[in-house]
């Protein structure tokens, strides 16, 4: 995206630097032209003029609505993944960037990505909020504790990146910062499997966590189970004991496990306890992630086919 932002900031700037050097020379050759030149002159005031009204005011609302709609444009696009990504999850803590891989993989303070593949990042905090925020490709987005936001980019040139802690989050903000590495594909598939490679990946980890949990005990597909069926329900319509329905989303879920009360599904009694302070942000996104893969939802989600909606 950074070209689209950049041209955008070109326009812009020259636009603004026309009219600040028109605007003062304007202001110098007028003082110099219109002075004062003996006591006994008077200036003859212009008491108004439609033309000049109508012209001074269309051309900046043009211009200005230029920049709306190009800006609307781009900001549209850098909120919108391609509907095939490689999905990953940030946490942010005072004062590190954890990240996971769906293939397990974790680091902290460094994120590794595959050159020419768009990146969908899940973030959210375990305490107060951050801003992750990586200048070269042009993404910045509040990390806020208690709901997920996400950011995405496509990396197209291999290399180091900066990545910053954009918001004040404390003693330390300063220091939470980073390094993206962004690698040729195999590259980045060797660097994943590593030496041994992870002994789990996010959906397994979330499985075991799902059993030792117990969680299985009540959300089974016996008939009569206490809670329901968890297989297939991953972005799927649900219907609550309210009359309203959800989508079974990440919010969702992760809702549902934090506050269980909150969203009751039809035909369910209130009593699931709930699982708050037991989890970190970490735990709940692998729980989330096998959730998901219950529904056959594979990750990583590598675009196969060409993006379609992100060409500019
Ligand atoms: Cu985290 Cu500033």
Redesign the pocket.
């Known amino acids: 995206m950074a070209r689209a932002v950049d041209n955008l900031l070109y326009f812009w700037g020259t636009v603004s630097s026309f009219f600040l050097v028109l605007i003062f020379t304007m202001v110098l050759v007028f003082a110099i032209i219109y002075r004062r030149r003996s006591e006994s002159e008077r200036p003859r005031p212009i008491t108004g003029s439609l033309k000049l009204e109508l012209l001074w005011t269309s051309i900046p609302l043009f211009l200005v609505m230029i920049m709306f709609g190009w800006g609307a444009k781009v900001f549209y696009d850098l909120q919108t993944p391609p509907r095939e990504t490689l999905n990953l999850y940030v946490v942010?803590k005072?004062?590190m960037w954890k990240i996971q891989h769906p293939e397990g993989n974790r680091e902290i303070n460094e994120l590794h990505v595959p050159v020419g593949t768009p990146v969908k990042l899940q973030m959210t905090s375990e305490d107060?909020i951050?801003?992750f925020y990586v200048p070269a490709f042009r993404i910045k987005m509040d990390?806020v504790p208690g709901r997920y936001t996400t950011a995405w980019f496509e990396a197209t040139k291999p290399g180091k990146y900066h990545l910053f802690?954009?918001?004040?989050?404390?003693t330390d903000?300063?220091r939470?910062v980073g390094s993206v590495y962004v690698m040729e594909p195999d590259e980045y598939q060797a660097w994943l499997v590593g030496d041994t490679g992870p002994a789990l990946s996010m959906a397994e980890a979330g499985g075991q966590l799902f059993n030792r949990l117990s969680c299985h005990t009540c959300h089974s597909s016996e008939s009569g189970s206490r809670g329901p069926d968890l297989a297939g329900i991953y972005g799927q319509p649900v219907s609550l004991i309210s009359g309203e329905t959800v989508i079974a989303d990440e919010d969702y879920l992760r809702e549902s496990i934090l506050d269980p009360t909150a969203k009751i599904v039809a035909g369910y009694a209130p009593v699931m306890p709930t699982f708050r302070g037991q989890l970190n942000e970490e735990e709940l996104l692998r729980l989330i992630a096998y959730i998901r893969s219950l529904s056959g939802l594979s990750n990583p989600e590598v675009r196969t086919e060409e993006r379609t909606n992100t060409e500019q």
Do not use: K, R
């Open positions: 942010g005072q004062w107060v951050h801003s990390v802690c954009a918001e004040f989050c404390g903000h300063s939470m």
